[in-house]
């Protein structure tokens, strides 16, 4: 460790110790949701890719147990100067870096087929999954609220219809309609409450009168003008977050090879200074030294690598100083 820069080292620690934590919060909130909604309902549907996507409970352990992994090896690794842990560190924040400005650049240079995409891909899923994932229905009740729009696509509060329960031809009361969370006015003023019912029957109003109801825009177009609204907030975290992530690579990378830089130097000085010749003879160091004199002082970790050879070299030395030392005395 004394070669390598205590700073780095540090900080490196600091901020794999957040990691970890953030990441094993996000798994234990993921599995108490995973679990109560599993309690809750008695069945959880993971046939497909898609059906993973929209367990949030799911998704969100999912992703804590990815940061955890990572942050855990580079914990590891700088403390326990294993390079092998390093580097993969390194090269998960790398990938993940990638595929970040991969997003980004789609997101901004492609924003229509990005748009027509999650639309194909998503609608009819979500719509169809609401009233059977209590987290996807608060998901989506939140941000029909939140961002004043109805359904997914361009199509707007219409989407609803896909939906078994909202579809015309159902014999519930809510057919026709769409969720509270696509009113305008979805709270009563007097009461407080919320009116559930507040969009029964809109699917058989035209748009002009459904506007005066609920929110007629779609969400995915509405997320959309919102950035574009907000673009350079949005560019400047994501810069933000793109130049932590640089930073922290290039710690890893730089711990990495002052931890190779020693290791690979530590053999070389400890051949070196068995290589020196004995000292001349009539001059005595401490029996402490050895024959080799101070010179030949090594530190814990450079003692280990001593080799057979010269453990052989110093048994044949000694007999020869033991003859010169006693012809010095005895002459």
């Known amino acids: 460790m004394n070669r390598i820069i205590q700073w780095q080292l540090d900080s490196t620690l600091a901020v794999d110790e957040k990691f970890m934590l953030f ?29 993973l996507m929209l367990n949030i409970s799911l998704l969100i352990a999912l992703l804590g147990g990815v940061v955890f992994i990572v942050s855990f090896a580079g914990c590891v690794g700088a403390l326990r100067e294993n390079t092998c842990l390093l580097k993969f560190y390194s090269l998960c924040l790398l990938i993940l870096f990638l595929v970040e400005m991969g997003g980004a650049v789609c997101g901004f240079v492609f924003p229509r087929s990005l748009n027509g995409l999650l639309e194909l891909s998503f609608t009819e899923r979500v719509v169809h999954a609401y009233r059977d994932d209590p987290d996807l229905q608060n998901f989506i009740d939140f941000a029909q609220s939140d961002f004043h729009c109805c359904g997914l696509t361009s199509d707007g509060y219409m989407d609803w219809s896909k939906n078994e329960y909202f579809n015309c031809s159902s014999p519930s009361v809510e057919r026709c309609g769409v969720p509270f969370s696509c009113c305008i006015n979805a709270t009563d003023i007097s009461s407080g409450l919320v009116n559930i019912m507040c969009g029964y029957g809109v699917q058989n109003s035209p748009v002009a009168e459904a506007s005066k109801r609920v929110w007629t825009s779609g969400c995915i177009e509405i997320v959309r003008l919102w950035a574009e609204r907000n673009l ?17 690579i290039y710690l890893a990378k730089t711990l990495e090879g002052q931890i190779e830089l020693q290791k690979a130097s530590v053999p070389g000085r400890v051949e070196a200074s068995l290589a020196v010749a004995p000292p001349a003879f009539g001059h005595r160091y401490p029996a402490s030294l050895g024959p080799y004199g101070p010179h030949t002082i090594v530190n814990h970790r450079q003692a280990s690598v001593i080799s057979d050879k010269a453990i052989n070299t110093r048994q044949v030395k000694l007999p020869v100083k033991f003859v010169f030392i006693l012809c010095y005395v005895y002459r």
């Open 232 to 248: 350079y907030m949005i560019a400047s975290a994501a810069l933000g977050g793109a130049l932590s992530q640089l930073f922290v």
């Open 23 to 51: 990441g094993g919060l996000m798994i234990a909130i993921g599995l108490y949701a995973f679990i109560d909604k599993w309690q809750a309902t008695g069945l959880i549907k993971l046939d497909t890719i898609y059906d």
